[in-house]
């Protein structure tokens, strides 16, 4: 069949990446050149992040850990397994998508001002060199990506149309449960951190670091209906407080660089065909988490 996926995001080229293996004709259309997305902003640690429902997600994430985790021993893809601690001022039962992650155990010794939480690996991400190795896998296998703003998508000329479009199908689909979420992170040098470490709850805002090999991601925020996409200095300083107090070894890193990005996010990521198209969009703060078990999903789909 010939497929058109519409969106050049971690969701689009890993859709296309799996239907051009199932025997396909694929291309990609994108508004957007992919180091331009929301994708490229990613952190990107796999974790199951402001998506839902709790039971497809569980399944999608399992599915994408794995897929992950066997890229991690190609280092050219730019994923690793990094093991690393969630931390909690309170006592916690066990996530929801604990299912999803293989050997999670609870940390023996939290640090002070913490009471609890979950060690595990977990595949991180390093999109800028990710994203260019998927389209490399897109380019090999004869996938072209085309730049183009779509206006209506059953007017796009296949037998199947994949909507990838992240907060795009706000618009694209007539979507008006689409919340953008801004997300903004300081990139700095990596003094050679062993983990990643997450707090989600912190008082002052979400505290994450996750180290990349050369450079650590340091987050952020999660601010609703803000799409405004211009780093905030003042923002930066107090993200990097939070994360230097929470990992004083990067008190000397040097800063690297800053951005923001905004994550699609939606009550329910939408993975459903409706006619001649396949709906496939709606990750929240998941996309690259959740991003193969969609594509797989998106596979059965197209049919
Ligand atoms: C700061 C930050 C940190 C994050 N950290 C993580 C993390 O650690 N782990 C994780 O899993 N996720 C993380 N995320 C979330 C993740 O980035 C998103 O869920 C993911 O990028 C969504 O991917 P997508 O392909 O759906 O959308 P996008 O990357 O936004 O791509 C959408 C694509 O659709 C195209 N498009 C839109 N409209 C049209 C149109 N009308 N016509 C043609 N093309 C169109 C765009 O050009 C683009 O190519 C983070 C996000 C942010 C902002």
Redesign the pocket.
Known sequence: MRVVV????????TCAHRLVRAGHRVEV????A?Q????????????P?R?LPEDAVTRWSAATYDMLALLSVRPETGVSLVRGRELFRQRQPDPWWAAAVPRLRRVADPPPGYADGYEFAAPV?RMPTYLPWLLDELAGAGVAVRA????DLPAVPADVVVN??????R??AGDATMTG?????VRVADPGLAGWTLDEHHPDGMV?V?PRGTDV?C??TAVDGDESTSPDPAEAERILARCRALVPELANAQVLGH??????ARPAVRLERVGDVVH??G?????????WGCADEVVRLVG
């Open positions: 519409v969106g050049a995001g971690v969701i689009g080229l259309w994108s508004r957007d992919v331009d997305t929301t994708s490229a902003i990613a952190a990107a640690l796999w974790y992040y998506a991400v183009t703003a779509v206006t990838a479009t992240g907060l795009g199908a618009e694209l979420v801004r997300g903004q992170v994450y996750v991601v987050g952020g951005a923001v990005g905004v994550r699609p496939c969009y990750h929240g703060g998941a996309g690259v988490t959740l991003s």
